[in-house]
């Protein structure tokens, strides 16, 4: 079974925005104040969580040239080690990488719901979750109208996502008494920081910034593979870096630093603070169109792991069909859809967050290892 070469330098530059882009940047930066305090590392740590992404990015280019086939991780390390270690690495993929972001992402999205809707709903758990769950099916069914649909839905998704996150951090930052707020910060006159609480951190960011390699997942979909994925991954992750530390200025510029810490919704007490009359549907709309193209950007990457697997006969033989109307691994899918589902219903946000940033950064390392067993020779051929 063979995908189709589809996916242009746009389309894949955007799934990887879209990719990192999700519930992490509105969600975890209160978490992150909360175990840093007061110094310069609540915004170091966005900056490294940043680089550590971008050097992955080159990392994965380098490997996604070599080996321009579906399934990112998983065909580099099966190629290298072997089919074990791509076999725990898939499994991780599929629980990890793209389940336990997708069902973290749904749980969010209810978190800044709930001020909407009825009582009933908002304190009701299993309500939460069930309307979790059904953002995840209506997305899945959607992508399941074909690969060029697919595309075009998230790429709109993504491009509006982007002009409001921009234009969120860029207003608040123009009205906010940043100097007055960020001073603090900046001069970095607190007490240090410990190991321990700067690991949860980093891990944390590490989270926000996971799916800078999303267009090595679907390699074997893009025109010019050569060309394209290293644009793609490049262009995707500079753009995100910038709009992360622009949006945590805005957080920690509006609002003082005491407020913010331990907070979840850290982006709807900014805006409340800015923009008190329209700070509900604002913020709401902002975080909608973030978690509709992280989800999106995850169903697309994510079964293309499952695909190469069951290609290699790791999975079942099911899961590598192709619809050949849609262009897409329609099974895979829907395959994926149920597991993040399965988390939404056992799974609490802060749970599924701290699992996911370690062992992501476990097998993410691993593959990067990769770059060790290539002759000198073939890396510079690329």
Same mark, same amino acid.
């Given at each position: 079974m063979q995908l189709f070469r589809e996916v242009g330098l746009l389309a894949a530059t955007l799934l990887v925005i879209g990719n990192i882009i999700g519930i992490g940047i509105f969600t975890t930066s209160g978490l992150i104040a909360a175990e840093v305090g007061n110094s310069t590392w609540l915004l170091g740590v966005w900056l490294i969580g940043g680089m550590l992404a971008l050097i992955g990015a080159i990392c994965y280019s380098v490997l996604a040239v070599r080996t321009p086939q579906a399934g990112g991780e998983y065909v580099f390390l099966y190629t290298s080690y072997g089919p074990l270690t791509a076999f725990l690495s898939g499994w991780a993929s599929l629980i990890i990488g793209f389940s336990?972001?997708?069902?973290?992402?749904?749980?969010?999205?209810?978190?800044?719901?709930?001020?909407?809707?009825?009582d009933s709903v908002s304190q009701s758990t299993l309500l939460q979750k069930c309307l979790a769950?059904?953002?995840?099916?209506?997305?899945?069914?959607?992508?399941?109208?074909? %690969?060029?649909?697919?595309?075009?839905?998230?790429?709109?998704?993504?491009?509006?996502? %982007?002009?409001?996150?921009?234009?969120?951090?860029?207003?608040?930052?123009?009205?906010?008494?940043?100097?007055?707020?960020?001073?603090?910060?900046?001069t970095g006159n607190s007490a240090p920081v410990g190991l321990p609480s700067l690991g949860q951190a980093i891990v944390l960011v590490m989270f926000s910034y996971s799916g800078w390699n999303a267009a090595a997942y679907i390699a074997e979909e893009i025109r010019r593979p050569s060309r394209y994925i290293p644009w793609a991954l490049l262009l995707g992750t500079g753009t995100v870096i910038i709009a992360y530390l622009l949006m945590n200025l805005a957080y920690f510029g509006a609002v003082p630093l005491s407020q913010l810490q331990g907070e979840i919704a850290v982006a709807e007490i900014t805006a409340r603070t800015i923009f008190p009359t329209q700070a509900g549907t604002f913020v709401t709309t902002l975080i909608l169109f973030s978690i509709l193209s992280s989800i999106t950007a995850m169903s697309i990457a994510g079964p293309r792991v499952y695909f190469a697997m069951s290609r290699n006969r790791l999975l079942p033989s099911w899961l590598s069909e192709i619809d050949e109307k849609r262009r897409i691994p329609m099974k895979s899918i829907y395959f994926q859809a149920a597991v993040a589902i399965s988390l939404v219903a056992f799974g609490t946000f802060r749970e599924i967050l701290l699992f996911a940033g370690v062992i992501l950064m476990l097998f993410s390392t691993l593959t990067v290892s990769v770059l060790l067993r290539i002759p000198r020779g073939a890396i510079n051929s690329v």
């Open positions: 336990a972001p997708i069902a973290a992402s749904a749980l969010g999205l209810v978190i800044y719901l709930r001020p909407f809707l009825p769950a059904l953002t995840i099916i209506i997305i899945s069914w959607l992508l399941s109208w074909g %690969l060029q649909f697919g595309n075009r839905l998230h790429g709109i998704i993504t491009l509006f996502n %982007l002009a409001l996150t921009f234009g969120f951090a860029s207003a608040v930052l123009w009205l906010a008494p940043v100097s007055e707020n960020l001073e603090p910060i900046l």
